[in-house]
């Protein structure tokens, strides 16, 4: 018999949530297996757009499930997951109830079923809205503490796609021919859903994908005029390309085979150079001096919350506590190598304090380096850096220019 169109996706969101939720794997990790099975494209993103709206609104679909059932339904009970993706099909994607009904309900049968269309009609009936931002997980809203409420107004919808130019000088002509919008010379911000990959611009290597947030780092360092710099952690290699687009003689280093495979494809698009070296920094040691070292250390991706919402519910100390231990002995070798007078810059994707601040702070007390305060005049309109001099980017951050990714950057000097 054939199966009901529309249902594929429905089952693979269904996956994707079960290894985000239950397995504590990334949305990207969990794709291969959940929809290698669905054949066209369009069914692949809209199964990526139900779990991704699922997990952004997860703790509100959750209230709103409660508030219709006399029995609390477990966690991991089924037709609690059934529901909450149809709740992402109503209420965040815009389906109608019947389509939604006709589409999910078939992933239950029997009692279960009867259930989840109960309470599915129970608030269809109620004709429930959501609030005007999600409301976060009670530990992640602990942890980002006055931070939170500006973090979750910036997550209601999925972000914009910023592009870096190679040629910031091209950022006017370029944006009048894209339609798009810009922060920044160099920066440009493309409408949310635009195809980019298969814009005809994508070949010529003018441009790569890399939220604005992401850029500060690189442009941190500013013109290279020909110095070296040692890019520590640097695929798939977006720092690596501003990097050698800013002058620089870039040492391109990562541990990852599949990584590297990337950016070597990033470096050729554009046409940019820089030696790559595939090694563990652990067990690398440099041939030569370099004058600056950009250390865009792995970490929790909390700062990629509205890219990659799995982040709210995989991330929590134990994680943190792991990436922070990573990130100290990353952090130990980096400035071992470094001559006097060369710019050791730090930068994570992360939310997290212990990632971000209070690494700072330790970098501070425990090595000989001199403090590099990043001044509001390298920073465009809307952003400040810290008193110590840090830079912290979240969500909240620029948001009649739609927001911008979670970052922690600070600057020392040997
Ligand atoms: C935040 S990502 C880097 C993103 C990159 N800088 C960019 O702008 O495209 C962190 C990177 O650290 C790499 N990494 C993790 N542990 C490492 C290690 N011990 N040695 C070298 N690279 C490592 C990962 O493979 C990953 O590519």
Redesign the pocket.
């Known amino acids: 018999m054939a199966e009901t169109p529309g249902l594929p996706a429905r089952r693979g969101a269904l996956k994707l949530l079960d290894a985000v939720l239950r397995r504590g794997e990334t949305l990207d990790q969990a794709e291969k297996a959940a929809l290698g099975g669905i054949k066209g494209p369009a069914d692949r993103a809209l199964a990526r757009a139900i779990a991704g709206e699922t997990l952004r609104w997860l703790t509100d679909f959750d209230a709103l499930i409660d508030s219709a059932t006399k029995k609390r339904l477990p966690e991991d009970a089924k037709p609690r997951g059934v529901l909450r993706l149809m709740l992402a099909q109503w209420l965040r994607l815009g389906t109608p109830p019947h389509a939604v009904i006709a589409t999910a309900l078939p992933l239950l049968s029997g009692g279960p079923r009867r259930l989840a269309h109960g309470v599915f009609s129970t608030l269809t009936k109620r004709e429930v809205t959501l609030p005007e931002a999600p409301t976060l997980p009670d530990a992640v809203r602990m942890r980002w503490g006055g931070m939170a409420e500006d973090i979750a107004a910036g997550l209601t919808d999925p972000p914009e796609v910023d592009l870096c130019l190679k040629d910031a000088s091209e950022t006017a002509s370029r944006a009048v021919a894209m339609g798009a919008g810009s922060i920044v010379p160099g920066h440009l911000r493309m409408p949310r859903g635009t195809p980019i990959e298969r814009m005809p611009s994508f070949e010529e290597g003018a441009w790569w994908v890399?939220d604005f947030a992401?850029q500060l780092p690189a442009r941190l360092l500013g013109d290279g005029g020909g110095k070296r710099v040692l890019?520590?952690?640097?695929?798939?290699?977006?720092?690596?390309m501003q990097l050698a687009s800013q002058g620089w003689q870039v040492t391109a280093?990562?541990?990852?085979e599949r990584?590297i495979k990337l950016m070597r494809d990033n470096l050729a698009r554009t046409g940019l150079e820089a030696e790559i070296v595939n090694?563990?920094?652990?067990a690398y040691r440099p041939a030569k001096a370099f004058d600056a070292l950009l250390l865009?250390?792995?970490?929790t991706?909390t700062g990629t919350c509205r890219r990659h919402p799995d982040v709210l519910h995989r991330i929590g100390p134990r994680q943190i506590e792991e990436m922070v231990e990573?990130q100290r002995a990353?952090i130990a070798r980096a400035i071992d190598w470094l001559p006097e007078g060369a710019t050791f810059n730090y930068a994570v994707?992360s939310l997290e304090r212990e990632e971000g601040e209070e690494q700072a702070a330790w970098i501070d007390e425990s090595f000989d380096l001199e403090p590099l305060p990043i001044t509001a005049d390298e920073l465009p309109d809307g952003i400040a850096p810290t008193e110590q001099g840090w830079l912290r980017t979240h969500p909240g951050r620029l948001p009649a220019a739609g927001g911008l990714d979670g970052f922690f950057i600070a600057r020392w000097k040997k």
């Open positions: 890399q992401a890019d520590l952690c640097a695929a798939p290699g977006g720092k690596t280093l990562d541990i990852s990584r090694a563990d920094a652990l865009d250390a792995p970490c991706a990573v990353l994707c």
